[in-house]
Nanobody, 124 residues
């Protein structure tokens, strides 16, 4: 069983930066690949970024590539999403997700555990 708690969301102006954190419970965090998804009002949940269980491999949605960076600290059971050059279209609730497999997926149905989400609002 893994519990995920996101933090770090907020209101920021376009061009600004935010760092989201996701703290995970449990002693087997290093066996889970992690990902960030987001959901804007009226839209489906979409993949943002994923990282494998060792932290050696990451993948990104085209819409955030070059602006967002996912990382993890297995000693601290935490995964991060550094978001730079934020745009109004990045406004959404951001969710952290965990899957018990060596590599992350961009398919939300593969994930076993989800956090409650944190709101990110980017003003123009």
């Amino acid at each position: 069983q893994v519990q995920l708690v996101e933090s770090g969301g907020g209101l920021v102006r376009a061009g600004g930066s935010l760092t989201l954190s996701c703290a995970a419970s449990g002693r087997t965090f290093s066996r889970y690949s992690m990902a960030w998804f987001r959901q804007a009002p009226g839209k489906e949940r979409e993949f943002v970024a994923g990282i494998n269980w060792s932290g050696g491999s990451a993948s990104y949605a085209d819409s955030v590539k070059g602006r967002f960076t996912i990382s993890r600290d297995n000693a601290d059971n935490t995964v991060y999403l550094q978001m730079n050059s934020l745009k109004p279209e990045d406004t959404a609730v951001y969710y952290c997700a965990a899957v018990y497999r060596p590599f992350a997926s961009d398919y939300s149905q593969r994930y076993d555990y989800w956090g409650q989400g944190t709101q990110v609002t980017v003003s123009s």
